[in-house]
């Protein structure tokens, strides 16, 4: 079952040129229960397409054409007093910087208490034993003593895990998981992606993992769409994607992932276009190895490559 649709999803900029067009609709489904992978190259939307379905987008962003249903509400629809009801109570946000996304002033407890009070109406030992629960569930150790540590007090990885205590607190279904392990070491890593895993299957927790880093999705994610400057260019279950990945774009990313110690790493030629930069046909076209006649003058199509596996590209039609 579907719990959110973001539906033909296109955003622009204000800039001192005018708007310039920063997502070109943008198509996506999240299941209940499962975790979709958004992935590609920093700058190519990724977060941006995020804090659309919160509408948490800087006052230069514009939001021109789309739908994001959820629960079968068109999000961007709603108005303000709407939304916040829902941020951090239905759809909860895991920020990329834990060092900065707690404030320093409060107790780790103080800090939980507050979201568990505005979005669960529960008060004293009621909120207090809420607050324990949840971070037990994200398994910090000593977590009664821990509850009245300062966010200094914790290492990279325990911030992220009291920032996930926030959001299981308040029972959201969808986690929006943007880059979660941000300049955390590599073991902390796989233990906040292996946390990520669990809630999915005891709570039935829906995640949406925005990453550039195809190397942390391939176990965690039932699904993966692929971005490029603006654009879905790929989408597939997981392991249909790194079975037979069909995309140019989608290729150059799986080749330039590390596989044996020594060994040179492919490159993807050239740079992401900006935001200023106005690109005809396929947006890859410019990097692109297999690039013929239609990639620079039109705007590919989504082939079917198999169930539930879709690709932009006009090689599929040569």
Do not use: W
Not at 94 to 112: H, K
Not at 208 to 223: K, Y
Not at 250 to 269: C, D, F, V
Request: proline share 5%; charged share 20%; hydrophobic share 40%.
């Amino acid at each position: 079952m579907k719990i959110l649709e973001v539906k033909n999803l296109n955003l622009s900029f204000k800039t001192e040129n005018g708007f310039r067009q920063a997502l070109f609709d943008v198509n996506f489904d999240l299941e209940k229960g499962k975790t979709l992978a958004l992935v590609g190259e920093s700058g190519c939307g990724k977060s941006i397409s995020a804090m659309s379905i919160l509408k948490l987008l800087p006052k230069t962003a514009k939001i021109t054409a789309g739908e994001i249903i959820f629960n079968s509400q068109n999000l961007l629809t709603l108005p303000e007093k709407e939304m916040q009801n829902i941020r951090g109570a239905k759809i909860a946000l895991i920020p990329q910087d834990p060092m900065t996304s707690l404030n320093p002033l409060y107790t780790i407890e103080n800090q939980l208490l507050e979201v568990i009070k505005i979005h669960q109406q529960l008060q004293g030992d009621d909120a207090k034993r809420k607050a324990l629960e949840a971070l037990e569930m994200v398994q910090i150790p000593c977590a009664k003593e821990r509850l009245k540590s300062y966010p200094h007090e914790f290492s990279g990885g325990m911030k992220q895990r009291a920032i996930i205590a926030m959001a299981l607190a308040c029972k959201a279904e969808i986690l929006i998981a943007d880059e979660p392990t941000t300049a955390l070491d590599v073991t902390i890593q796989a233990q906040i992606m292996n946390l990520l895993s669990d809630i999915k299957s005891q709570m039935g927790t829906s995640i949406l993992l925005i990453t550039h880093d195809l190397g942390l999705v391939g176990e965690s994610s039932d699904e993966i769409a692929v971005m490029y400057a603006g654009r879905i260019v790929e989408k597939a279950q997981a392991k249909d994607f790194f079975d037979n990945p069909n995309h140019p774009y989608s290729k150059a990313l799986l080749n330039s992932m590390p596989a044996k110690r020594g060994e040179t790493l492919e490159t993807i030629q050239g740079q992401p276009p900006t935001i200023h930069q106005d690109i005809s046909g396929c947006r890859f076209h410019p990097r692109c190895s297999y690039c013929f006649e239609p990639c620079s003058k039109s705007v590919p199509e989504n082939y079917v490559i198999s169930e539930n596996h879709i690709s932009a590209c006009f090689l599929n039609n040569k």
